[in-house]
Structure formats: C-alpha cells, structure tokens
C-alpha cells in the first residue's frame, strides 16, 4: 500500500484556488478510479493519463490506484491538473519517491504521447499558488514566461511527462529562479495622432474621453479608426495592479503574446463575431473582447451593424465595468472596466459608396440600434474625409501629457473615495461632494428645463465639465467648461453643425 499527495489549481473565471491532489496504492487489480473531477471528465482524463504514461516509457503500476482532488474541480474540468494527476498515481505505488512531489503545484496537459502542453490562465494559477504558500511550480515550458511574472514564483518549465518522471526518480527536477520578463514592447509607438489629418473636434473629444474616462461617439465618414487606434497612446500608463489584471485576463484568453505590459490594450472586435466572443464564455472559461478591452479601449467600428443582443449586452458591462455570465451550475465575473469608443456612417449605404440612396426612415433605423448605449456616452464629435492640406495636429506625446495632468488632478481630488476617473463618480456626489460654480450649475439645469438633455444626462454633463476642468487646471468647473459640456454632448463642430 502507498499514499501520496501534491497540488495543482483549478479557475473559475478569473478566481484560481488550489487544489490537494492525493493517490493511494493498494494490492489488486490494475485500475484507475478517479474522484472529485466532473463526471463527463473522467473518461477523458483517465485516458490520457494512461495513454501519456504508457507512451513516456514507463510501466503501469499493477496495483489498485484511487486519486482524489479536493475540493472538487469546477463543472468544467480544463485539464490543467494532468500533470499533477499522473504524478501522484505514479509516486502512490513507488514509481516515484512520494517525498519530491510534495511542496509543489504540478500544471499541464498531458498529450497522449506523453508531451506537456500549455495551458491558459497560467498567470493567475500561479499567482494563486503562491498567495497560498506553494512557491514552486512546474510548468508547461511554453508557459514559463507567463509564470515567471509572479513575483516569489520558483518555476520549473517542463516538456515531456518522460523527464519529469525521471528527473523526480534521480532528485534532478530543479527549480528554476526566473527573472522578470521585460515589459513588452509598447504598441503605441507605431501610430500617433499626428496621422490623423484635420478633424480637430473629433481630436479634442479624444483628449477629454482619455482625461476623464468618458464614453465616445464618433459620427461620420472620417478616420474613425485611426482615431481609436491612436487613444491608448494618450491614456496613463497602467499602474502594476491594472498591468497584473491585464496580463491575468489574456493568460486566461490564451492571448499572452497581446499583452501589452504596461500599455492600456485596445479591443477591436468585428461586428459579425458572436456574443460570446464579445462577452465571453461560461463553458469554455474564457473571456471576451470586453474584458480583453479592461483598463483600455474597446472600440466598435461601424457600431450599427452589430447584432442587437450585443448592442443591449454592452449596457450592463458600461454600467458595472464588469461582465457576469451564468450557465452550467455556475457563475463567472470577469472584469470589463473600459473606455468604449462607438463609430458610425451616416447611414447603412456601403463604405465607398459615392452616392447615398437612403431615405429618411433607414437613416432613422440606422442610428436607432444605437439608442441605448448613446444614452449612455457623453461625448460626441464629427469625423470627416480632410484633405492632407488640413495639416497635422500635435503628436501623441503632447496630448498624452496633458491628459496625464488631468488624471493627476482628478486622482488627487478623488483620493479619499473609491473612484479614480470622473467618469466614476455617481450621481449623488457630483451633487453635494463635488459641485460645480452656480453659473454653471445652472447653464446645466436650464439644458435639462428645456429638453436639450434629460435628467439622466445630467450627472454626465457635470462629469465631463469636471474633465475640462482638470484639463485646463481649474479647481472647479465654471460656465465655459459647462458650456463645453454641452457641445460635447450635442457633437457639434467649430461650425455648429450636427
């Protein structure tokens, strides 16, 4: 008889919990009993399991072999926790020293022919591995770089089930003190503001929806998407908390190589992609482009044309900054705090058409699919075809450092409450914390008075003259920044035009 135990981890979402892996040998006949994973799982992994210990060379035990994971693995079992299996079976009967699996977590998915593949959400496993104590950690090779950015993380990158066996039998399974990776390159450096000709209202907007955390809307047949582009090399750099949940999110995605480091990403799906991919996925435990959008951008060219299930879902993800999907016996929260920018032509005619042929009603329905996220953003701006005799405006740098002031205001004005961005701030307290000067007060009310904006509107009219504010470093909004609220709201360029 022999008994054996180690650890591995299981997620559910972006929550990762370790789990005791334990293995016990008795005399009979060679079987594999598995407990604790979900039902439909424990074929599957007891076939791979088999499968990958056979074809790695060595023997399997001839005795009965029971290997339980406790607590239970979540309804849908990622197969992280292969490795950590297959080397308690084989420690429980003597293949290997039971000694040297313990004190550690064992990660990956084992291949039939014995190779260890990678697995997603390494990044919060092994952070979750150790906060709970267990510092050292085997890893899928190609995970190694992910895991090394756990701060205390002792990672052993592995690739054959073979040499973890052998390595373990001999005492040679080092750990491995890794370095912290460089920061990845910046993605902003490749485009800059100054590419975008002209459109000085649409710019402006851009600056104000960076400083103060807005919602934008960008209308017309312009370079909307340049714009968009162009709006996480303006915001602040992430701090190392918002870098961390960034990287977390794309290691669950297994999206690591588009991590940004400490650029705020930018999130761009195509309007014909699914709800699930735009919220993500309960079943697969994988996050959508409005959290791969967290602590950045997440832009919606052509807004219009997304199906309505995603136009209504967006509602909830703007209001909370987080996604909640239930299904299969359980509930996922993932985090989806971003700065949405919407885009849209002045009617469904295709791109490049030269004449419109629209009447008035498609037009209508056109923009009417918008009608409840446009409740919801505060910041408007045209965006029109310049020629290149418009000039450049100024570069990303200057802009980016005006916004960065801005933060530092609102951040210094905020720093005894749970908000950072103005666009955080509800409602009451724009009111009685946070008021803005009587005149502009009551610019804001009259607005309201005479159906120009409705009381919903409000809060987010006071909330973007706040912005302006900071950006020209007042200490509180006056009648200019609520008269430029306004036209923010209204979208209305150096004409006056809609």
Not at 265 to 279: D, G, M, N, R, V
Not at 290 to 316: K, N, Y
Request: hydrophobic share 45%; net charge neutral.
């Amino acid at each position: 008889m022999g008994h054996a135990s180690t650890r591995s981890v299981a997620l559910i979402g972006l929550s990762a919990h370790v789990v005791d892996v334990e293995a016990d040998a008795v005399p009979g006949d060679a079987e594999l009993h598995l407990v604790g994973l979900p039902e439909m799982s424990v074929w599957p992994a007891r076939a791979r399991i088999r499968a990958a210990i056979l074809n790695s060379g060595t023997a399997w035990p001839d005795m009965r072999i029971t290997v339980s994971v406790t607590p239970m693995i979540p309804p849908i079992y990622d197969a992280a926790a292969d490795l950590a299996l297959a080397v308690a079976l084989l420690a429980a009967p003597g293949a290997i020293p039971p000694e040297r699996i313990t004190g550690r977590v064992f990660l990956g998915e084992l291949a039939l022919d014995g190779g260890i593949r990678p697995v997603r959400g390494v990044l919060p496993m092994v952070a979750a591995a150790v906060r709970a104590g267990i510092s050292r950690v085997v890893v899928p090779a190609d995970c190694a770089r992910d895991a090394a950015q756990v701060p205390g993380a002792v990672v052993m990158p592995v690739t054959q089930l073979a040499d973890v066996v052998d390595q373990l039998r001999q005492g040679t399974l080092r750990d491995h003190h890794n370095q912290e990776p460089e920061p990845a390159p910046s993605s902003s450096l490749a485009v800059d503001l100054a590419d975008v000709p002209g459109n000085q209202a649409a710019r402006r907007a851009l600056e104000v929806c960076a400083a103060g955390g807005h919602y934008l809307f960008l209308s017309g047949d312009g370079p909307a998407t340049m714009l968009a582009e162009r709006l996480p090399g303006i915001l602040p750099r992430l701090n190392h908390e918002a870098a961390r949940q960034v990287a977390e999110i794309y290691s669950l995605a297994g999206q690591s190589h588009r991590a940004a480091g400490i650029t705020p990403p930018l999130s761009a799906p195509h309007h014909s992609e699914t709800p699930t991919a735009i919220f993500g996925s309960v079943a697969a435990n994988r996050p959508g482009a409005v959290s791969l959008a967290h602590h950045g951008v997440l832009h919606l060219a052509d807004a219009p044309e997304f199906t309505r299930p995603v136009l209504d879902g967006l509602c909830r993800p703007m209001d909370s900054g987080q996604v909640h999907l239930a299904g299969q016996g359980r509930s996922i929260r993932y985090p989806a705090r971003f700065t949405l920018v919407l885009d849209a032509r002045p009617c469904p005619c295709p791109e490049g058409r030269e004449e419109c042929a629209c009447t008035p009603e498609p037009r209508r329905r056109y923009r009417a699919r918008l009608a409840l996220l446009l409740s919801r953003v505060a910041v408007r701006a045209p965006v029109k075809q310049e020629d290149r005799a418009a000039g450049t405006g100024e570069p990303s740098a200057t802009v980016a450092a005006r916004v960065l002031a801005a933060r530092v205001r609102a951040a210094h004005r905020l720093a005894e409450t749970p908000w950072r961005t103005n666009a955080e701030v509800p409602a009451p307290d724009l009111h009685t914390r946070f008021p803005v000067a009587p005149e502009a007060a009551e610019l804001l009310r009259s607005a309201v008075t005479t159906g120009l904006v409705t009381a919903d509107g409000l809060p987010r009219l006071l909330r973007v003259a706040w912005t302006l504010a900071d950006l020209r470093g007042a200490d509180r909004p006056q009648l200019d920044d609520a008269a430029g609220a306004l036209e923010l709201w209204k979208g209305a360029d150096s004409d006056g035009t809609r």
